[in-house]
Nanobody, 116 residues
Framework: QVQLVESGGGLVQAGGSLRLSCAAS????????MGWYRQAPGKEREFVAD???????NYADSVKGRFTISRDNAKNTVYLQMNSLKPEDTAVYYC??????????WGQGTQVTVSS
C-alpha cells in the first residue's frame, strides 16, 4: 500500500509561481514512477508530468517550458515547480505513483487557482 500526501497548492496571480510536493509512504523500490495530473472544473483529469526512477521525465505540451518535475528518491518525494502560471492552469492537482506491480496510487489532490 502506498500513501501519497500532497502540499503546496494555493492562490496565485497570473505569471506567478507555485511549488507542489508529494511525499510517498513506500520505499523507492516499490514505486516505478511518480507524477502529477490535474482536473479542472467540468473537465476530465489530464496528465501534467511524470518522472521515472531513472530520472526520465515527460510533460504535457501545455506545460512544457513552464513546469519542472523533480524527485528526491531518498525522501520518496516528487516536486512540481510551476512558473509563468496562467488562469487555464487552475485545477485540482493530483499526485500519482505507479508501483512496480503496475498499480496506480493517487493523492487527495491540492487546489491551484491562478487569477487573471
Amino acid at each position: 500500500q502506498v500513501q501519497l500526501v500532497e502540499s503546496g497548492g494555493g492562490l496565485v496571480q497570473a505569471g506567478g509561481s507555485l511549488r507542489l510536493s508529494c511525499a510517498a509512504s513506500a520505499s523507492g523500490s516499490v514505486i516505478r514512477a511518480m507524477g502529477w495530473y490535474r482536473q479542472a472544473p467540468g473537465k476530465e483529469r489530464e496528465f501534467v508530468a511524470d518522472m521515472s526512477n531513472l530520472g526520465n521525465s515527460n510533460y504535457a505540451d501545455s506545460v512544457k517550458g513552464r513546469f519542472t518535475i523533480s524527485r528526491d528518491n531518498a525522501k520518496n518525494t516528487v516536486y512540481l515547480q510551476m512558473n509563468s502560471l496562467k488562469p487555464e492552469d487552475t485545477a485540482v492537482y493530483y499526485c500519482n505513483a505507479d508501483s512496480v506491480a503496475g498499480r496506480p496510487y493517487w493523492g487527495q489532490g491540492t487546489q491551484v487557482t491562478v487569477s487573471s
